[in-house]
C-alpha cells in the first residue's frame, strides 16, 4: 500500500520567496493534518482537516501560512513569504475518523530558508 | 489533556530487552495509550495502543498499571534498527474533532547499543 506521500523531500530557498509543500494521503483517509518539528518545540500541529474542511488552524503561526485541501487526495501548505525561521522539517498525516486509527506520516519535507 | 512523562533518553544492548516508561498521572477513564516511534530522517510510525489491558502485536508490547497512571512498552529483542525517538501519548477515545490530533512531547531517545 502507498502510504502518505510528500513532496518535495528537501527544499532550499532565500528568504521571501514563497514555498509550497504537498502531501497525498492515503486513499480512505478522511482526516488530515501538518505537523512542524523543530529542535527548540519539537513536533508541533499546525493544521487538520476532515472531509477537506480545515476544522482546526490554531497553529498555523502567523497569516504568512496557508493550508488547502481542493479535495480527498491533494493537500497544500504554503508558506508567502517564508523567513529563515520558518526553517524546519513539515510532516502530513492521515488517519481514518473512527475510534483510535493510528495515524500514518509522511517522510517529511525538510525546508530551509537562506 | 493529560499529560504524560518519559526519560529523556534511554540505552539497550542488542538482542536484550527493552522496558521504556511513561507516567500519566492525570490520565482519565477515557484516554487511550497510544506509542509512536520516529526513526532517524522519517515521519513518526504507529507502534501500539491500550485502555486498559496489556496489549501485544508484532512490533512491541504494552505494559499497563493497574491505576493506569503509567504503563510501559516492551520491545522483546532490540536490534540496531529500534533507535529510535519514542512518544507516549494520551489521546481520548470518546471525543471527536480535535481528539483526532495527537500531542507529542519530547519523547525519549533510545539508542541500542551492538
Known amino acids: 500500500d502507498a502510504g502518505v506521500i510528500q513532496s518535495p523531500r528537501h527544499e532550499v530557498t532565500e528568504m521571501g520567496q514563497e514555498v509550497t509543500l504537498r502531501c497525498k494521503p492515503i486513499?480512505?483517509?478522511?482526516?488530515l493534518f501538518w505537523y512542524r518539528q523543530t529542535m527548540m518545540r519539537g513536533l508541533e500541529l499546525l493544521i487538520y482537516?476532515?472531509?477537506?474542511?480545515?476544522?482546526?488552524d490554531s497553529g498555523m503561526p502567523e497569516d504568512r501560512f496557508s493550508a488547502k485541501m481542493p479535495n480527498a487526495s491533494f493537500s497544500t501548505l504554503k508558506i508567502q513569504p517564508s523567513e529563515p525561521r520558518d526553517s524546519a522539517v513539515y510532516f502530513c498525516?492521515?488517519?481514518?475518523?473512527?475510534?483510535?486509527?493510528?495515524?500514518?506520516f509522511g517522510d517529511g519535507t525538510r525546508l530551509s530558508i537562506l | 489533556d493529560a499529560k504524560t512523562t518519559q526519560p529523556n533518553s534511554m540505552e539497550s544492548n542488542e538482542e536484550e530487552p527493552v522496558h521504556l516508561p511513561c507516567n500519566h498521572s492525570?490520565?482519565?477513564?477515557?484516554?487511550?495509550i497510544h506509542w509512536y516511534r520516529q526513526l532517524p530522517s522519517q515521519g513518526p510510525e504507529y507502534v501500539i495502543h491500550?485502555?486498559?489491558s496489556n496489549v501485544n502485536n508484532r512490533m512491541a508490547s504494552l505494559a499497563i498499571a493497574e491505576d493506569r497512571k503509567s504503563s510501559t512498552l516492551i520491545l522483546h529483542r532490540a536490534t540496531l534498527r529500534d533507535a529510535a525517538v519514542y512518544y507516549c501519548?494520551?489521546?481520548?477515545?470518546?471525543?471527536?474533532?480535535?481528539?483526532?490530533?495527537?500531542?507529542f512531547g519530547s519523547g525519549t531517545q533510545l539508542t541500542v547499543l551492538p
Open positions: 498525516a492521515s488517519t481514518q475518523g473512527t475510534e483510535n486509527q493510528p495515524q500514518h
Open positions: 486513499s480512505g483517509h478522511d482526516y
Open positions: 482537516f476532515n472531509n477537506n474542511v480545515p476544522i482546526d
Open positions: 492525570t490520565i482519565s477513564g477515557t484516554d487511550y
Open positions: 491500550g485502555l486498559t
Open positions: 501519548i494520551l489521546r481520548d477515545g470518546i471525543s471527536s474533532g480535535s481528539a483526532r490530533q495527537l500531542t
